[in-house]
């Protein structure tokens, strides 16, 4: 439960009498530090600033509560104030008019209050996020707050938190500080200083500098998935280094061992590490220049993401933001678990020749499909549904997923939340990110990467894409949706596949349910996606067509029983057609690559983890590895295959890496980890044979490579290239070249990128594809 929801539950008067014990609220303000006066002073004159006139219709008490309850957040804060000011010019204007206010008016109810505030003017799917201002009919409007300068109710509580929060710490420090003692902090930190001596400058200098006073911890963008724990979140006062005095009682041990260089460096918060872009090359972090593109901001996901992050690190009821005080001794029992976890030893390798061990090996045919199609074609509840016949998925589950989704009106969506996971992905009913899951026939190892099929979440369809070795195409039967699906996603997503080298693929012709099972519907959309497909380049022998219900389970793990449809349907089950698969072809012997997938960090023992499917070569626990773009090298600590520890592994494979030696700064999900003997390169530059699916021409573009994309620029069209020789058509350099025509084109990009020839690029513009090809 979060923090205002606990907060809101709570009788506050009675809350506040258990304080209370007849103390005037004035002792307690002592508990707000130094550093919390100067944030809300200066806090204070940015409000004002924002607000203009309406500067005058609040007291500043009323803005410093307000900063206080929104942890500073200065838009937020202005936004609720703007309510309040408009809200008394109203009142004012009236009572000119008429000489008193209305009984109607003096009565406000909640609704009223807020209703013309710009904080409730906002999509209702961004609401979530937004944290109503608690009773605020409740807070005295003006005189009472200057006259008496007593704490609000709620800070009145807060600091009742507080304190017991500080109780309890007190407590824990004990322990901490004997974990102290038991380690050499200085020595760790000189090794390190002289490893990175620009690190050392960031982290011991915090930032002083004026921060965006955001109220919710920064996290990643959940292009990865939601075990990543991301950096610490900022603190929502930043840190002032006289501060520290004020706590010396209540953490003595915070005096005696600031954390390291080291500590600071790993496990500083978020407002250090945006420090060290300044310092280190912090690739794929340049701000795309297309203002357009849904993904400059913050997405769906990353909001609800964000208000859950707040949540959770407010459980408990801890109130407002931590003191100085604690929030070290938090950073110092985090550079604890570190140091204690930094002295495992090295793996060594032990020589193993892999690809014969590999060749031993008794073996399943593995293999990585993306399901693909057009918004609501029933992708999620088909793997949902396929999960769960294979039991997968036990009962429970589903029936506690039925459950909850009916009580959201979504029961039709209880099979897709075994696959979508999110929130904001339950809540609205939409895949917004790739999920992952597994399932084993008698002969195949699977591993199914759900795609998302709305437009505005290709990018992550293309990461789910650029792992797959085939795709399962999911296309709505009902009326009117194959056709609408034909004109949006269903095409974009075969083409998308097709170019960045997915040969074969499966059309599951699904929702048959819907059309009673008629076989010339079937017959009428089977036709005309296998025309459209083998134009995309598919070859014949590579589509299969698999008609099928998602939602109730027929052609998908079991035969069909409905009659109409089994009196013209003899054919395979989407499994079965599943289990027809070639086992694909590995590249075995190439160099070393795995691009990173997710990272997860924090582990007991192992602190730093990747995940990845392995796309080339082989390796095993002791090797070293060059992590690009950073040119950071680590050492493989201990290697997980189905979630099982293993000495080695091969191309292919999804792995989930243990890593040592490296700092957590220097790996992103997208980076490429090889070896150090023959590794991949940063390009800064590259040239592609791209199909055009829009015009392409000199123009910026977004550059996709799997999980990354940067900006970048077509710098340059070389010339079209024949689709069937692949070679450059003589003549003039076109000026643009149009859609459905491939084109050798010079691609510039704003930040470094590991790149090879081979590999599979997307340039998308404005949220668009427009080419798609593979680097030469
Ligand atoms: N009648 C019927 N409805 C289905 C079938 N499959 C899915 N649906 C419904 O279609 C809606 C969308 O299903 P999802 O599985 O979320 O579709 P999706 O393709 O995964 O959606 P996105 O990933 O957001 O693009 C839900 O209400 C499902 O219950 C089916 O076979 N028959």
């Not at 201002?133 to 807060?158: D, F, I, N, W, Y």
């Not at 020589?351 to 029933?378: M, Q, R, S, T």
């Not at 349907?569 to 698969?581: A, F, K, M, Q």
């Not at 086992?583 to 012997?589: D, G, M, Y």
């Amino acid at each position: 439960m979060s923090r205002h929801r606990l907060v809101k539950n709570l009788d506050l008067d009675n809350e506040l009498d258990d304080f209370e014990g007849g103390k005037d609220y004035d002792d307690t303000e002592e508990e707000i530090s130094e550093a919390d006066k100067e944030h809300l002073r200066a806090g204070t004159l940015e409000v004002k600033e924002m607000l203009g006139d309406a500067a005058n219709q609040v007291s500043e008490k009323e803005i410093q509560d307000s900063l206080w309850h929104y942890y500073y957040d200065i838009e937020k804060t202005v936004n609720y104030l703007l309510g309040v000011a408009e809200r008394r010019n109203k009142v004012e204007q009236k009572k000119k008019k008429t000489g008193c206010l209305s009984g109607s008016e003096t009565a406000l109810s909640f609704a009223k209050f807020s209703g013309d505030s710009t904080l409730f003017n906002i999509p209702v799917e961004r609401q979530s996020i937004l944290v109503a201002p608690m009773t605020p009919t409740e807070r005295p409007q003006s005189g009472p707050l200057e006259e008496k300068p007593k704490m609000s109710k709620l800070q009145v509580l807060a600091a009742s938190r507080k304190k017991k929060a500080q109780e309890q710490k007190a407590g824990s420090m004990e322990l901490i500080s004997k974990d102290v003692k038991g380690l050499t902090i200085n020595g760790k930190e000189d090794a390190v200083r002289k490893q990175i001596p620009e690190r050392q400058d960031v982290s011991m200098e915090p930032n002083t500098a004026k921060q965006p006073a955001r109220g919710f911890p920064f996290r990643k963008r959940k292009d990865s998935n939601p075990h990543e724990k991301s950096p610490k979140a900022p603190s929502p006062r930043p840190k002032k280094p006289e501060a520290q005095e004020d706590m010396p009682m209540e953490v003595p041990v915070v005096m005696k061992a600031e954390p390291s260089a080291f500590a600071n460096t790993m496990f500083s918060s978020t407002a250090c590490l945006t420090d060290t872009a300044s310092l280190f090359t912090m690739l794929y972090v340049a701000k795309p220049t297309n203002t357009a593109d849904p993904f400059s901001g913050p997405s769906p996901d990353d909001i609800v993401i964000a208000a859950q992050s707040k949540a959770s690190s407010n459980k408990g009821g801890k109130g407002p933001p931590k003191t100085n005080g604690e929030k070290k001794a938090d950073q110092i029992a985090n550079g604890i678990e570190a140091m204690k976890l930094d002295n495992t030893p090295r793996a060594t390798s032990k020589n193993l020749e892999v690809l014969k061990e590999y060749e031993k090996a008794e073996k399943k045919n593995e293999a990585n499909f993306v399901v693909i199609g057009h918004v609501d074609a029933g992708k999620s509840t088909m793997m949902g549904r396929l999960l769960y016949d294979l039991d997968v998925v036990d009962q429970r589950t589903i029936d506690r997923y039925r459950k909850d989704a009916e009580k959201m009106g979504k029961s039709s969506f209880a099979l897709a939340w075994v696959l979508d996971q999110g929130t904001e992905e339950r809540s609205r009913g939409v895949t917004i990110d790739i999920a992952m899951n597994k399932f084993a026939t008698s002969k195949t190892k699977f591993i199914i990467l759900d795609a998302p099929g709305h437009k505005d979440f290709v990018p992550n369809m293309i990461a789910g894409a650029a792992q797959a070795d085939f795709a399962v195409l999911v296309i709505d039967a009902s009326t009117g949706s194959f056709e609408s699906g034909l004109q949006g996603q269903t095409k974009e997503h075969a083409l998308l596949v097709r170019s960045m080298g997915v040969q074969r693929i499966i059309v599951a012709v699904n929702k048959l349910d819907t059309i009673n099972w008629s076989q010339d519907r079937f017959d009428e959309i089977s036709q005309q996606t296998s025309a459209f497909l083998l134009s995309a380049n598919f070859q014949k022998k590579n589509i299969t067509f698999i008609p099928c219900s998602g939602l109730q389970g027929d052609n998908i793990v079991r035969k069909s029983t409905e009659a109409v449809f089994t009196s013209w349907y003899t054919g395979p089950t989407l499994v079965e057609e599943l289990d027809n698969s070639e086992p694909v072809l590995r590249a075995l012997e190439k160099p070393l690559r795995m691009t990173i997938a997710d990272i997860f960090r924090g582990g007991v023992q192992n602190p730093l983890s990747v995940s990845g499917r392995l796309d080339a070569g082989s390796l095993q626990t002791g090797d070293a590895l060059l992590a690009q773009p950073s040119g950071e090298k680590c050492y493989i600590k201990s290697i997980d295959l189905d979630e099982q520890p293993v000495p080695w592994a091969v191309a292919g494979q999804h792995i989930t890496l243990h890593l040592a030696d490296i700092d957590p700064i220097h790996l992103k999900i997208g980076d490429v980890l090889s070896s150090p003997a023959s590794p991949i390169k940063n390009a800064e530059s590259f040239t592609a044979k791209i199909l055009a699916f829009g015009f392409l021409m000199p123009m910026k573009v977004d550059v996709h490579r799997g999980r990354v994309h940067v900006p970048g620029r077509v710098k340059r069209l070389v010339g079209t290239l024949d689709k069937t020789t692949g070679d450059l058509v003589k003549g003039k350099k076109p000026r643009v070249v149009k859609p459905g025509m491939v084109a050798r084109v010079v691609v510039d990009l704003d930040a470094q990128v590991p790149l090879e020839s081979g590999m599979r690029v997307v340039l998308r513009d404005e949220g668009e594809t427009v080419g798609s090809g593979v680097v030469e």
